[in-house]
T-cell receptor, first 113, second 115 residues
Framework: GNSVTQMEGPVTLSEEAFLTINCTYTATGYPSLFWYVQYPGEGLQLLLK?????DKGSNKGFEATYRKETTSFHLEKGSVQVSDSAVYFCALRSRGGGNKLTFGTGTQLKVEL | EAGVAQSPRYKIIEKRQSVAFWCNPISGHATLYWYQQILGQGPKLLIQFQNNGVVDDSQLPKDRFSAERLKGVDSTLKIQPAKLEDSAVYLC?????????????FGPGTRLTVT
């Protein structure tokens, strides 16, 4: 079946540091890949997505590239801010599987001044 | 545009009691989803509705969980009787349609604590 594995948190960084959150997946075929963000007290929000191999999703300074050869979709940001503190979820959606999302366990990011 | 609304935001009950959660999706969204998010885990789909019909309820524990969307708009998720392991955040999401080209929008969730 489908599964998503994320690096465990919490990840604590200083403001302006470089961020990488690792995500690997197992799925049949070629799924679409997503990063969602959950700020404290709020619902999940779509941060970025990629629908085919070598696609790069980007939003708000965050980027992730769909790597089929390594089945990975690592999230990166060059310079984090305190306002980026949140929980980040990697997710996949299989082709032909309707709109069902399979999520990773989430990685909490804390950014300090 | 108003987002997905859920109530209550928090609920504490004792085991073996019953509880119900309510969700109002974004206006015009035909597809509605209920997810269960246990602490330290990612959200898991419990049930998906297309209008008022069930598309996928394969991971819904049907002996104690039930959900309905009678008029194809609002939805209610019920647990009866609750167990300690049901403590989780229950997320509701909606999308315009149920196929893969449509983004899911999530509500803030209902945090359930079973004691």
């Amino acid at each position: 079946g489908n599964s998503v594995t994320q690096m465990e948190g919490p990840v604590t960084l200083s403001e302006e540091a470089f961020l990488t959150i690792n995500c690997t997946y197992t799925a049949t075929g070629y799924p679409s890949l997503f990063w969602y963000v959950q700020y404290p007290g709020e619902g999940l929000q779509l941060l970025l997505k990629a629908t085919k191999a070598d696609d790069k999703g980007s939003n708000k300074g965050f980027e992730a590239t769909y790597r089929k050869e390594t089945t990975s979709f690592h999230l990166e940001k060059g310079s984090v801010q305190v306002s980026d503190s949140a929980v980040y979820f990697c997710a996949l959606r299989s082709r032909g599987g309707g709109n069902k999302l399979t999520f990773g366990t989430g990685t909490q990011l804390k950014v300090e001044l | 545009e108003a987002g997905v609304a859920q109530s209550p935001r928090y609920k504490i009950i004792e085991k073996r009691q019953s509880v119900a959660f309510w969700c109002n999706p974004i206006s015009g969204h035909a597809t509605l989803y209920w997810y269960q998010q246990i602490l330290g885990q990612g959200p898991k789909l419990l049930i998906q509705f297309q209008n008022n019909g069930v598309v996928d309820d394969s991971q819904l524990p049907k002996d104690r969980f039930s959900a309905e969307r009678l008029k194809g708009v609002d939805s209610t998720l019920k647990i009866q009787p609750a167990k300690l392991e049901d403590s989780a955040v229950y997320l509701c999401a909606s999308s315009m349609e149920g196929d893969s080209s449509y983004e899911q929008y999530f509500g803030p969730g209902t945090r359930l604590t079973v004691t």
